[in-house]
């Protein structure tokens, strides 16, 4: 046997590490001897820095493991692996450059280097050539900061880096500006940084010379969720807890198994912590400290751009949103688009998205006439297909709902008269016109489309263009009673005293108010009043209420119920949509239609009839199974001479004998069928 060697401690670095971290005194004399090597190694190694050196690489490793440990010896430790990686970054083996990052991480996680002169390096090493080493170090800066802001915002730290990152969206580098860009993004979408400084840095990014660079941006203000989904889709893969409970009761226990179960249940417990959480996303949209002058350098950016036409559709998106969102301005806006909408047009029904979502009440009704027009022109005709008329009429009606003064009346009844073409989707989306002119102005219809008058419809006057309609009280609030508090504090009066008064009121509830009687009431109610949340929701479903009960000048109409109407559903959603801000795309490309009707679709369903019955014949089999056919269908078989003599009888019958075998037949129908 060969003699075994007394201190094999120099040579075996993870032993030596171990037994360090134990007892860290009496290992010191060993721990110098590797310093002191790794010293000469790392002299040696600044000669060649482009060679992988196998020493070299465990030094720094076992050194920042022990770091801790005698952190006055190694307080030059950290930059000494800094001021390395920053004299020979790009020159430097790939895997060596890893292993010094990778130390520098350690050493970060105990405290040992500041995380700004850490993440500035790191994004300085964003220019090396080198795409794995770039994704570890974008990784480790987002979870570094994330974990920095946990319990708080450091805002000093918080500040450099931004400002730091400012600086790195301008480098020339192109690779080292988008992943800084990747990085702020994933930060903004973690609500680690979710403030104005990141989106108007972000919004920076937005007129890059660099295609990737801006394509990033403007797609992280269109809201793209996918980062969203993969968090979801992760959260679907966690088994159920009651499948590893099971498997822990009949498999072997073990302590892996038991340490499964608890991990699992943790997983459980956070998904339902994340999922109850209240969710308060703002869009970056908000956020913006200047829209107005970011959606006019967008749009002249967009005018002059030479990009594919995706890139170009996506700036028209994000230009259309600043303008739906914030009410903003941009007369040349109107134009430009019109060019794009025909029929033939790629990605045509977005375009009308985005035309309807860049209109709104405060701009002038003679820029948008042009979209209108070319909408009109080139989809609402009888020599396109029904489906394009009826995405032309749908566009048209989301326009005009945003701005309803582009609309005349002759227009307006041409489009209208659609309600009797002979495609359903065409017919559905003309009377969804009506419909939306029945509420905003109902005066620009025809008077038999105007259907029936409500309060809600009667009370709608046309507002022309900058006018607002300013109240003097809150709509509705004629429905609070001035006087309840009055009789609640009245408590000890009698009771014949309270039957009188609950008559007087049963009384005035049946008075039909006349609609200056109801804003004087509701003026009377809200002046001097605090209303609380109760009252805005009874005025809330007195405004619904006015839009399906009928109203007439000379007497009452039928009304519906709350129930009826589905009053209370109402209330909740119009509480919860407010304005809104965006337009949905399936509102445009909402078509009514059949399916279609061809050979395939006929042949199915007549197999389908097919399935639970005899091959010939009706499903009705015969009464027994030896028993021959009726003297009815016999009959059908014989010729027409044998037959003569009975339809001749028949026709002869009196009125009482025809009563009398219809009433024969019909027992006998009954008895058979039971």
């Known amino acids: ?37 790794f010293n000469s190694t790392l002299a040696v190694f600044e000669l060649t820095p482009d060679q992988f050196n196998d020493s070299l690489d465990e030094l720094v490793m076992f050194l920042a493991q022990v770091a801790k ?20 970054a790009t020159i430097l083996d790939g895997d060596m450059r890893l292993s010094i990052c990778r130390a520098l991480i350690l050493l970060r996680n105990k405290a040992l280097i500041a995380p700004a002169d850490l993440h500035k390096l790191f994004f300085n090493l964003l220019r090396c050539q080198d795409k794995s080493l770039r994704s570890f170090l974008k990784d480790n800066i ?49 609500n680690v940084w979710r403030d104005e400084k990141t989106v108007n840095v972000i919004a920076t990014a937005c007129f890059s010379k660099v295609t990737k660079i801006l394509v990033t941006a403007v797609k992280f203000f269109l809201g793209t969720d996918e980062d969203n989904e993969e968090e979801d889709s992760d959260d679907e893969e966690i088994p ?15 302590r892996k198994r038991e340490k499964y179960l608890e991990n699992i249940k943790k997983a459980h417990k956070k998904k339902k912590k994340k999922s109850n959480a209240p969710k308060y996303n703002f869009s970056a949209l908000h956020l913006i400290h200047d829209p107005q002058e970011f959606a006019e350098k967008l749009f002249r950016k967009l005018e002059g751009l030479t990009e594919r036409f995706e890139v170009k559709l996506m700036m028209l998106e994000l230009v259309s949103r600043l303008i739906g969102t914030h009410q903003l301005i941009i007369l040349n806006y109107y134009p430009y688009i019109a060019r794009f909408i025909a029929p033939h047009q790629r990605e045509v029904v977005r ?54 003064l582009v609309m005349t009346e002759d227009l307006l009844r041409d489009l209208v008269e ?39 419809s009667v009370e709608v006057k046309r507002r022309e263009f900058g006018e607002i309609d300013v109240k003097e009280f809150v709509p509705g609030a004629e429905v609070i009673d001035v006087n309840e508090e009055e009789g609640a504090s009245d408590g000890n009066d009698s009771d014949s005293e309270g039957e009188d008064d609950l008559d007087e009121t049963k009384d005035e509830k049946d008075i039909i108010l006349s609609l200056e009687d109801k804003a004087k009431k509701a003026r009377e109610a809200t002046v001097g009043k605090i209303l609380t949340d109760e009252d805005f929701l009874k005025i809330d479903a007195a405004q619904l209420k006015k839009q399906v009960v009928g109203f007439r000048k000379g007497g009452k109409g039928k009304k519906r119920t709350a ?65 021959s056919i009726t003297n009815k269908q016999k009959s059908k078989k014989k010729n027409f001479s044998m037959m003569k003599h009975k339809i001749k009888a028949k026709g002869k019958k009196s009125f009482r004998e025809k009563q009398v075998a219809l009433k024969k037949r019909l027992v006998k129908i009954a008895k058979n069928s039971h």
Not at 69 to 88: G, R, S
Request: glycine content about 4%; proline content about 3%; hydrophobic content about 35%.
């Open 418 to 456: 659609y309600k009797t073409y002979k495609d359903k989707g065409v017919m559905m989306a003309s009377k969804s016109l009506i419909q939306l002119f029945r509420s905003i102005c109902p005066d620009l219809l025809h008077r038999r489309d105007r259907g029936r008058p409500t309060e809600a």
């Open 351 to 404: 375009l009308l998205q985005f035309s309807a979502q860049a209109a709104h009440e405060l701009v002038p009704p003679d820029c948008i006439e042009p979209v209108l027009k070319a909408i009109i022109n080139n989809f609402v005709t009888e020599r396109n297909s029904s489906e394009v008329m009826a995405v032309g009429l749908n566009a048209v009606r989301e326009l005009v709902a945003r701005c309803p």
């Open 142 to 190: 987002v979870n570094d900061i994330k974990n920095i802001n946990a319990n708080g915002k450091d805002q000093k730290l918080n500040g450099a880096l931004q400002n730091y990152m400012f600086t790195m969206l301008k480098d020339n580098a192109t690779i080292a500006a988008k992943t800084s860009l990747d990085v702020m993004i994933s930060l903004y979408k973690k």
């Open 563 to 627: 129930a009826e109407a589905d009053l209370d559903e109402e209330a909740e959603e119009a509480a919860a949509a407010g304005r809104n801000e965006l337009v949905n795309l399936e509102d445009i490309e909402m078509i009514y239609k059949k399916k279609k009707h061809d050979k395939e679709a006929r042949m199915e369903s007549i197999m389908g009839g097919r399935e639970d019955r005899e091959k010939f014949g009706g499903k009705q089999s015969k009464k027994a199974e030896g028993a």
């Open 240 to 254: 159920t807890l009651k499948e590893v409970t099971m498997q822990n009761r009949f498999n072997k226990k073990t």
């Open 1 to 37: 046997m060969a003699k075994r060697q007394s201190n094999q401690l120099p040579n075996n670095l993870p032993q030596l590490q171990n037994l360090i971290k134990r007892d860290s005194e009496s290992y010191k004399e060993e721990f110098e001897q590797q310093l002191r090597h």
């Open 69 to 88: 440990c005698y952190q006055e010896e190694l307080k030059d430790f950290p930059a000494t692996l800094v001021n390395l990686l920053e004299k020979h």
